[in-house]
Nanobody, 122 residues
Framework: QVQLVESGGGLVQAGGSLRLSCAAS????????MGWFRQAPGKEREFVAA????????SYADSVKGRFTISRDNAKNTVYLQMNSLKPEDTAVYYC???????????????WGQGTQVTVSS
């Protein structure tokens, strides 16, 4: 069992930055690939970024490529999402998720956090 708690969301102006954190409890954090997803009001949950167990491989949605960076610290059981050059269309609830498989498919992830709100004003 893995429990995930996100933090770091908030209100920021367009062009600004935020860093989200996701702290994991439970055993074997390094056995899980980690993903970040987001869901805006009235829209489906969408893939943002994912990182392999060791952190050596990552993948990004086209909409955030070059602006967002996913990273992890297995010693701290934490995954991060550094978000730069934020746009109003990045406004959403951001969720972290854990799964043994490296995937962009939300339905494949076994464990989810409760989400943290990110609001980008224009």
């Amino acid at each position: 069992q893995v429990q995930l708690v996100e933090s770091g969301g908030g209100l920021v102006q367009a062009g600004g930055s935020l860093r989200l954190s996701c702290a994991a409890s439970g055993r074997f954090f390094s056995s899980y690939a980690m993903g970040w997803f987001r869901q805006a009001p009235g829209k489906e949950r969408e893939f943002v970024a994912a990182i392999w167990r060791s952190g050596g491989t990552s993948s990004y949605a086209d909409s955030v490529k070059g602006r967002f960076t996913i990273s992890r610290d297995n010693a701290k059981n934490t995954v991060y999402l550094q978000m730069n050059s934020l746009k109003p269309e990045d406004t959403a609830v951001y969720y972290c998720a854990a799964d043994p498989i490296f995937t962009k498919v939300a339905g494949s992830y076994d464990y989810w956090g409760q989400g943290t709100q990110v609001t980008v004003s224009s």
